[in-house]
């Protein structure tokens, strides 16, 4: 009896690292405003991937696809793990670009709208490190490559290291302060902002279009649980007006959504009206 459970033990399958389920490579596109930008979001990708916890290759790669808006700084890593994936953006930081060159990837580089290759199995979006502004910016020091990398890793570290619990009545405004702050991270990045001063401007004012509303609705939902009306980012308001709706519709501030919905109801502006398309 013994011995048949050692060979059905010896028979079993094992479970695939998974390094091994991501063998197929795959391409990572990433763009900045600046040089320097680009360098550090590859660092900070670089940085997640290297955490025990970090999602799948194919995940990644369908969220850099597909949930960010393309900027005319761009290069691309070829990878077939998220170690790899790792290594290669942590020397794209460092001013190495990766030799193995890919197709789809160079007409990324040319600013060409690419019909990227399927993925392999079930892919979703997955929270990946924010856009940098201007650079990680520590008091007259700027830092680059690994060093930046490090530094987004101590943080985030320090993000998920147990805190001292704070007092009932002033846990909810901290949570509703960091919601905004993502919300606002989130339309900075989709609309090229030049940080939290350019929240001043309207949607349309700020170069807003139809494939960017759909993208930005699209990263709320799938990184925020937030579902918005598209209709929201038609108003004549400012974004950090929008921003806060944005939060209310998260926190059950129906009063925002149904003030939304009443200024839809009196303007109905629409992309086609507003750029002159179709």
């Known amino acids: 009896m013994v011995d ?7 028979e079993a399958p094992a479970r695939e690292p998974r390094a091994k389920a991501d063998a197929r490579p795959t391409v990572l596109p990433l763009s900045a405003r600046t040089e320097q930008q680009l360098a550090l979001v590859a660092a900070r990708l670089a940085a997640r991937l290297h955490e025990a ?13 597909t949930g960010r808006v393309g900027m005319p700084v761009r290069a691309y890593v070829v990878a077939a793990d998220v170690q790899e994936a ?8 460092e001013g190495h670009t990766d030799p193995v060159r890919d197709p789809s990837g160079e007409a990324w580089l040319r600013g060409e709208e690419v019909t990227w290759p399927a ?3 079930e892919v979703r979006r997955v929270r990946l490190p924010s856009y940098p502004f201007a650079g990680e910016s520590y008091g007259a020091l700027t830092l680059h490559g690994r060093a930046a990398a490090q530094a987004s890793a101590a ?3 320090a993000a998920r290291a147990p805190v001292a619990q704070a007092p009932a ?7 509703g302060s960091e919601l905004e702050d993502r919300v606002a991270e989130l339309v900075i990045e989709a609309l090229d902002l030049d940080g939290p001063a350019g929240l001043g401007k309207t949607y349309l004012d700020a170069g807003g279009d139809s494939l960017t509303s759909v993208h930005l609705a699209g990263r709320l939902r799938d990184e925020l649980d937030i579902d918005v009306p598209i209709e929201l980012f038609l108003e004549p308001v400012t974004l950090k007006e929008m921003t806060i709706r944005i939060v ?14 009443r200024v839809s109801a009196v303007r109905r ?7 002159g398309e179709g």
């Not at 009545?169 to 949570?175: F, G, K, Q, R, T």
């Not at 209310?248 to 919905?261: I, T």
């Open 4 to 10: 048949g459970q050692a060979v059905q033990a010896e």
């Open 53 to 65: 916890d970090a999602p799948a290759l194919a995940d990644v790669a369908h969220t850099l696809r």
């Open 86 to 93: 790792s290594d290669k953006l942590m020397a794209l930081a």
């Open 119 to 121: 993925l392999d199995g």
């Open 155 to 157: 943080r985030a570290s």
């Open 169 to 175: 009545e002033s846990a909810a405004p901290a949570l």
């Open 248 to 261: 209310g519709f998260k926190e059950g501030g129906e009063g925002a959504g149904r003030r939304a919905h």
């Open 269 to 275: 502006p629409t992309f086609a009206s507003v750029h």
